[in-house]
């Protein structure tokens, strides 16, 4: 990739949380970061006003990634704003906790729709339209690895990220475009602490050998590394970012 140009990140789901801190991550190291978001505009636009106070460059951009047209849209207004897309982060997705047992229709196709669906929508997209150089980079869980009790739904929509990110960088042979998928592991956001005790949280914490939650920040760096100049030889892998829970 030529770093001298004007770079270009999409980063899905970006108005808060890890989308946000990798949003503010990219934008700090060069890139133009276009944060997009499904119904948080006024997260979306404090987040790019925090980006723009720093010296950075952003804009918000509204889109459900479940929704083909909107995903399309997405990419046609950031080309028309920049002239193309060099970066893709799939950071979007929900997570909804049950037995299979327990899990209702609702609860299976709303995460395949954002998670799954969403995640291929995307794809599709930068396939097509990705300049040369470009990197993609898609969000797993380290609950692929892990496998708890009442993750069914959601880690199997992680496992299918990651398949489609190994196949996906086969099929990008020629054009100089990395994919690969960062995996975090518990991490301290809003969504992972809301409604969960305290002694849940630190026994989640102490898991890891390094006894301490992910901060949205550790996840930003995972993902700045492969979208720059260092990590130009990292093709097709999943690298779990946990602190060595699994």
């Known amino acids: 990739m030529d770093m ?36 948080n505009a006024a997260e979306a636009e404090a987040l790019v006003a925090r980006i723009e106070a720093a010296g950075g460059k952003a804009i918000s951009a509204q889109a459900d990634v479940s929704d083909p047209v909107a995903v399309a849209r997405l990419f046609d207004a950031t080309q028309a704003a920049f002239g193309g897309v060099d970066v893709l982060v799939n950071n979007a997705g929900i997570m909804q906790l049950a037995t299979l047992a327990d899990s209702d229709d609702a609860l299976f196709d709303t995460q395949v729709a954002i998670n799954l669906k969403g995640v291929f929508n995307t794809l599709r997209e930068a396939a097509r339209r990705l300049r040369e150089g470009g990197r993609i980079i898609n969000l797993s869980s380290s609950v692929v690895g892990l496998r708890p009790a009442s993750y069914a739904v959601y880690a199997a929509t992680k496992a299918g990220v990651e398949a489609m990110t190994h196949i996906l960088t086969k099929e990008l042979r020629g054009r100089a475009i990395t994919v690969n998928a960062i995996a975090p592991g518990p991490t301290a956001t809003a969504l992972f602490l809301d409604g969960k005790p305290q002694a849940v949280i630190d026994t989640l914490a102490n898991a890891a050998p390094l006894e301490r939650l992910g901060q949205p920040e550790d996840i930003a760096s995972a993902v700045a590394f492969l979208a720059g100049p260092d990590g130009g030889w990292i093709n097709g892998q999943v690298l779990r970012a946990n602190g060595g829970i699994v």
Not at 11 to 28: D, F, Q
């Open 4 to 39: 001298g140009k004007d770079r270009v990140a999409i980063v899905t789901g970006a108005s808060r949380g890890i989308g946000a801190a990798i949003a503010e991550r990219l934008a700090a190291d060069g890139f133009t970061a276009v944060v997009n978001y499904a119904g």
